[in-house]
């Protein structure tokens, strides 16, 4: 099944980090979080990509043009200059690169690689800003059961803030935590049927106007997960995830559980 990535857009709240590169490449660890994306999809044999790019594309092309696979692969170092690699990450995956606009909304990045998705019943799409350990196939299995249009992963909020209720007057009400309230956010692990597009009209945002045609008929569903989730959208939540991997708090590396069981087993 194929997986479209969102790559493409400025990514403003992380500025105070780095304006060189654009958001997705930003590192947690060793490799970008576009990287452990991939690689997490990869693991449940989803290997064949389709990069929306807009704000400079060149840095993620280039990346992948030039990839080294020793930052994560053990090897031997012979003569002082052969490697021999044990293993490898990218070999077997197809990544197609499409310039979907600097400017674009997902909704216009979306149709701008609608060709490349011909003959493709299903198909996974993700923001490129979130980590998670969901169970991808059950996840796939239970969008096959409901057999709805689209489908979404919903979160609990990971931000700290405090929701008031006020009455007309300005009086309050109630102050509590945003963690005490029954609230699920999109958590932008997605998965769409190709009939999707034809619910997207030009300029239209993903989840604003065609996401509510699908809801006005039923065919809208979302997939309700408090596993680990965690995400890359602040300079604040980047060092989480890094305070995290240095840790070795990886959850969402659901491919270094597989390779302990191998080397145990």
Not at 37 to 56: E, S
Not at 149 to 171: A, K
């Amino acid at each position: 099944m194929k997986v479209v990535l969102f790559c493409g857009g400025l990514g403003t709240r992380m500025r105070d980090y780095s304006e060189s590169i654009p958001k997705p490449m930003v590192t947690i660890g060793y490799r970008p979080i576009l990287w452990h994306v991939m690689k997490y999809y990869a693991h449940y044999g989803h290997k064949d990509f389709i990069l929306c790019l807009g704000y400079k594309a060149d840095t993620i092309k280039s990346y992948f043009l030039n990839y080294n696979e020793w930052i994560s692969n053990d090897f031997s170092l012979s003569n002082g200059a052969n490697i021999q690699l044990f293993n490898r990450d990218i070999q077997d995956w197809k990544i197609t690169f499409v310039d979907t606009g600097l400017t674009a909304n997902i909704g216009q990045r979306f149709k701008a690689i609608e060709e490349y998705l011909d003959g493709e019943e299903y198909f996974l799409a993700n923001y490129s800003d979130g980590l998670t350990d969901l169970h991808l196939p059950t996840y796939i299995d239970r969008f096959h059961k409901q057999n709805k249009i689209g489908s979404f992963l919903c979160v609990r909020p990971s931000q700290s803030f405090h929701l008031v209720d006020l009455d007309e007057t300005g009086q309050v009400r109630k102050i509590q935590d945003v963690k005490q309230r029954d609230i699920w956010i999109n958590g932008g692990y997605f998965m769409f049927k190709k009939d999707i597009f034809k619910f997207i009209n030009y300029g239209e945002e993903l989840v604003c106007e065609p996401f509510q045609r699908l809801i006005e008929i039923g065919q809208l569903s979302a997939y309700k997960y408090t596993g680990f989730f965690g995400v890359m959208d602040t300079f604040k939540e980047k060092q989480h995830l890094d305070d995290m991997y240095a840790r070795g708090e990886r959850h969402w590396e659901v491919w270094r559980d597989q390779r302990v069981e191998q080397l145990v087993g």
